[in-house]
């Protein structure tokens, strides 16, 4: 099962836009991509999730490439509640999720 | 909706003992996954049900690891003759009906195998 790539870490200001990158290269045409996040001493928490086009909800935008082999997460204005290992997972079509090592993102005040 | 639940949150065994846990889903999820991960990876998947079927295993699920789901409700995660390899966080997800459904993660078990 091939995994996305992601920066190992980044960093942010608080109140600040953050744009976490994806690169699913070999992702297939029916393949939805997934946003989690793990907070420290927490189970992963869903995010955001698309397939072809733009994704919004109240915690993120999605941004999905016109060929889909990459995508960008957008946290609009960060907040130190922010600061989670971020992962960008390629849904298998049973629905199990294909974790990576995911992005540590810090926030800083 | 009272969120997935995890039993026990911690367990610490010795070698070669045989070790369960149990995971309570959301109820009327039908799916149920168990992933497993260690310190510093993301967690990698090991069991699906659709209601009270198993419908897919990982490789990394060796003869010693089983997992049941009898009524399409709870699941138990049964490991027998723990090694040390073993120790981790066993986390536990349940979803709707639909594969593209976002996962519900349980708060996970930690174990730890001296």
């Known amino acids: 099962d091939a995994k996305t790539t992601q920066p190992n870490s980044m960093e942010s200001n608080e109140e600040e836009p953050v744009h976490l990158p994806c690169n699913h290269s070999t992702i297939s045409g029916t393949d939805y991509i997934h946003w989690y996040r793990q907070l420290p001493s927490q189970g992963p928490e869903y995010v955001i999730h698309g397939l072809t086009s733009n994704v919004n909800n109240r915690m993120a935008s999605l941004a999905i490439a016109e060929d889909r082999k990459s995508s960008t997460l957008i946290l609009h204005r960060a907040t130190l509640r922010d600061a989670a290992v971020y992962y960008c997972i390629r849904l298998s079509n049973t629905g199990k999720l294909i974790f990576g090592q995911g992005t540590t993102l810090q926030v800083k005040p | 909706d009272t969120g997935v639940s995890q039993d026990p949150r911690h367990k610490i065994t010795k070698r070669g003992q045989n070790v369960t846990f149990r995971c309570d889903p959301i109820s009327e999820h039908n799916r149920l996954y168990w992933y497993r991960q260690t310190l510093g990876q993301g967690p990698e998947f090991l069991t699906y049900f659709q209601n009270e079927a198993q419908l897919e295993k990982s490789r990394l699920l060796s003869d010693r690891f089983s997992a049941e789901r009898p009524k399409g409700s709870f699941s138990t995660l049964e490991i027998q003759r723990t090694e040390q390899g073993d120790s981790a966080m066993y986390l536990c997800?349940?979803?709707?009906?639909?594969?593209?459904?976002?996962?519900?993660f349980g708060p996970g078990t930690r174990l730890t195998v001296l």
């Open positions: 997800a349940s979803g709707r009906d639909q594969p593209m459904d976002e996962q519900f």
